[in-house]
């Protein structure tokens, strides 16, 4: 049985090269590192506000976050420090350092979800969750173990934070019953605003839908249908992705919204009509009819020019038992110039006859 499993997108955060790299840090001056580290052990609030103000001078206007990696510890002590006023500042240079190393920043995850915990409504919660979203990136296991923590942050925050759903869908990928607690938040996430969080939330319902977790609903289902055409190439996709996800364990509540499909095999994007396709055949193999309204338009992909278009057309015609297809099909098993395409072209004669 040939059935397509549909890899996720997913982001990367890479630095940016070309500056000479010295012991310090990238673009450091040998003299500054120290300086700064003395004055953030200083027990003058003065001092440490100037520390963190020109870490952060230095970042943002000299690009040079690599230097200042050394000092995220001195920063998270800082951040747990109640008695000053400039948390937002330590914020905003954690955020940025865990972009240039999110690995060095994880250790003081447990600290960036606290205090995101305890103001959330206040503007400092966006920088602890882009911070807690880049390490999510590299050390999805250690915030893996805070995303209930960040599904409650979430939820008292205006707007869904993009970033706290980016740092829940690169958990998802590692641990998907680890944000099952955030399955209503990601649902309600999507709906609100397809547009803003649909893909970080689509990437993991989807993980969450093909796992053993309980999803709350399944009527995220139809605004990732209403997607799965979208102008947006990475949204479309991951619209598809996640009802492929949906379709494994649960073929019928995609099939209820396959119309939605025939629009996408014929967007000029290859990929596009591969993964929708793929998609296809995924609910097909569990309700065979559901082709039916649009078989004509799967059969029209077999003499595509892209050989993974027409490998995948052949997979869902085969789960769709369009008996019409069959000559078509055995032609390409016998004649189609690429192996992938007569290998599934074969598959879909056999399972016809």
């Keep these: 049985m040939f059935l397509s499993v549909i890899p996720h997108a997913e982001d990367t955060m890479n630095g940016e090269g070309g500056e000479t790299v010295e012991q310090g840090g990238r673009g ?16 003058v609030l003065a001092d440490q506000r100037a520390a963190v103000r020109r870490i952060r001078t230095a970042i943002e206007d000299q690009e040079r976050a690599a230097a200042y990696v050394p000092t995220v510890p001195k920063l998270r002590a800082l951040l747990e420090q109640p008695e000053h006023d400039f948390h937002d500042e330590v914020a905003a240079c954690l955020a940025a350092l865990a972009a240039e190393a999110p690995t060095d920043v994880a250790p003081s ?33 250690v915030v ?10 979430l939820e008292r ?3 869904y934070d993009r970033c706290g759903l980016e740092a829940i869908a690169h958990v998802s990928a590692y ?39 309980t999803l709350p609903s399944l009527e995220f289902v139809t605004d990732a249908a209403a997607l799965v055409a979208h102008d947006d190439r990475s949204l479309r996709h991951s619209a598809i992705g996640c009802l492929n996800d949906v379709a494994h364990r649960n073929p019928a509540a995609v099939a209820s919204v396959a119309a939605e499909f025939e629009a996408a095999l014929s967007l000029p994007d290859p990929d596009t009509r591969a ?12 309700v065979d009819t559901v082709i039916d309204p649009m078989r004509w338009a799967v059969f ?4 595509d020019d892209h050989s993974h278009v027409r490998a ?35 598959w879909a004669v056999r399972r016809l006859s």
Excluded: K, Y
Excluded at 180 to 204: H, I, K, Q, W, Y
Excluded at 315 to 324: E, K, N, Q, S
């Design 28 to 43: 450091a001056t040998r003299a500054d590192l120290p300086s700064v580290l003395a004055q953030l052990d200083a027990h």
């Design 175 to 213: 641990a998907p019953m680890a944000v099952e607690p955030a399955g209503s938040l990601l649902v309600d996430a999507l709906s609100v605003n397809p547009a803003e969080n649909g893909e970080p939330a689509l990437r993991a319902l989807g993980r969450l839908a093909r796992s053993e977790a």
């Design 300 to 303: 029209e992909l077999l003499a």
């Design 109 to 141: 995850s447990g600290t960036l979800v606290a205090v995101a915990r305890e103001r959330a409504d206040q503007p400092i919660a966006c920088d602890l969750l882009h911070a807690l979203a880049a390490v999510a990136v590299e050390r999805p296991d």
């Design 275 to 286: 993964l929708a396709a793929a998609t296809i055949g995924r609910v097909a193999a569990g």
């Design 157 to 159: 925050r205006r707007g």
């Design 312 to 346: 995948r057309a052949c997979v869902a015609l085969g789960h769709g038992g369009v008996d019409a297809a069959t000559p078509r099909l055995r032609d390409l098993a016998r004649t189609d110039p690429s192996p992938a395409v007569r290998d599934r072209a074969a």
């Design 144 to 153: 893996a173990e805070h995303a209930d923590a960040i599904a409650d942050v």
